[in-house]
């Protein structure tokens, strides 16, 4: 069971349905039919072996990657399509790029901007994509780098920053659009081990204010304690879903045990 409380509903996040998700790469079936439902405010833990599709079936909820079958939608709006009648349109790209603001992506090797500090890194997408004044964003953005523990570290480039450093940054910057769904590949997964805590402090504070989260890692310890439900996908499927203690501590599907007693 999940430690947190459930958030008032009228400060959580969005929720997130996909309906026979479809995906494919030439001849390969990368997602071959995901349903999942992620509920307002909800901390979803995705689990399951490399290739198994857990980032490409993130980059469809964003529209970084177009599904070929099923939907994806945010609160109930579809993602990448309008709907007309029962005709379906996709969506221009400044009209995506728009529906992406809403959604904030940490991925694996933090992507921040070399060139750029790190309150540039950070108020970039608000003063570019939604035009804030830039005082306003920077402003904001040194509030949020108080809150990832980096208040020192505004003037720096992401060379000069350990790796959990740089990967709070990305955080903050994903935070500076005000998402209320936040999508995390693999966050930890590329850090030396005594920094993967600093990352999941911060987003372990973030779940606890309500932001519906779905969160790809293979940190146990972090979906026990965080998770309201765990996902585990293998081969383009979701091949088990409950609360941690149903797939962790009891998972019915074979395949689950057998990746479980890898990364356990
Ligand atoms: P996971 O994140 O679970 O490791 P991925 O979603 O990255 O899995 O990849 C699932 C499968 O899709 C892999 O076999 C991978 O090689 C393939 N794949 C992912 N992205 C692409 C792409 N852009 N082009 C071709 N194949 C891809
Ligand atoms: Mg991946």
Redesign the pocket.
């Known amino acids: 069971m999940s430690t947190r409380t459930a958030p008032p509903a009228a400060t959580a996040g969005p929720k997130v349905e996909l309906r026979g998700v479809r995906k494919s790469?030439g001849a390969?079936e990368?997602l071959r039919g995901v349903d999942l439902d992620v509920a307002h405010g909800e901390v979803t833990v995705v689990l399951?072996p490399?290739?198994?599709?857990?980032?490409?079936l993130l980059r469809t909820i964003n529209h970084l990657e177009k599904v070929d079958g099923g939907s994806v939608s945010v609160d109930g709006v579809l993602v990448g399509y309008r709907r007309s009648g029962n005709k379906l349109y996709e969506l221009r790209e400044r009209e995506i790029l728009r529906q992406r603001t809403r959604i904030g992506f940490v991925f694996q090797n933090f992507h921040l901007f070399p060139h750029l500090t790190v309150v540039e890194n950070i108020t970039e997408a608000p003063v570019s994509a939604l035009g804030r004044p830039r005082k306003e964003a920077e402003e904001a953005a040194r509030k949020l780098l108080a809150r990832v523990g980096l208040a020192d570290k505004a003037e720096a480039y992401p060379r000069q920053l350990s790796g959990g450093q740089q990967q709070r940054v990305a955080i903050a910057r994903a935070l500076a659009l005000e998402p209320g769904l936040l999508l995390f590949d693999e966050p930890t997964s590329a850090l030396d081990p005594e920094l993967v805590g600093e990352v999941l402090d911060v987003i372990r504070d973030l779940a606890a204010a309500g932001t519906t989260m779905i969160v790809v890692t293979h940190e146990i310890g972090f979906a026990r304690e965080v998770a309201d439900t765990v996902v585990f996908m293998d081969g383009g499927r979701i091949v088990e879903r409950g609360t941690p203690a149903e797939v962790l501590d009891a998972p019915t599907h074979e395949r689950t045990r057998a990746f479980l007693s890898k990364v356990l």
Do not use: D, L, P
């Open positions: 790469f390969t990368v399951g490399s290739g198994s599709g857990k980032s490409t």
